[in-house]
């Protein structure tokens, strides 16, 4: 099966979205937030730095998990930073 390529757009909110995880991660370390979600720090790493843009959903529900993040919440800032609206820090800061 050939997979079709990501939309410069579809790549920029997996950059997002790895954003958002790493401010949500805050100050511990990537190895002890992976280890909690039961992911490798270096899945960690590939989504944060976005060169694993599109993680399969069980990944980023474990993730959301771990950082005590609601699905909802993570949804909604990269749907609101696709939409040019406010989105990203603003949408994680409640």
Do not use: N, Y
Request: net charge negative.
């Amino acid at each position: 099966m050939v997979r079709v390529p990501l939309s410069p757009q579809e790549r920029q909110r997996g950059e997002r979205f790895g954003i958002l995880l790493r401010q949500a991660r805050g100050d511990r370390s990537m190895v002890d937030v992976a280890a909690a979600a039961g992911v490798s720090a270096e899945t960690l790493r590939k989504i944060e730095t976005g060169r694993a843009p599109t993680p399969a959903f069980f990944t980023v529900a474990a993730l959301a998990q771990a950082l005590h993040l609601s699905l909802d919440d993570l949804a909604a800032a990269c749907a609101e930073d696709a939409e040019g609206g406010e989105g990203g820090e603003q949408a994680m800061s409640a």
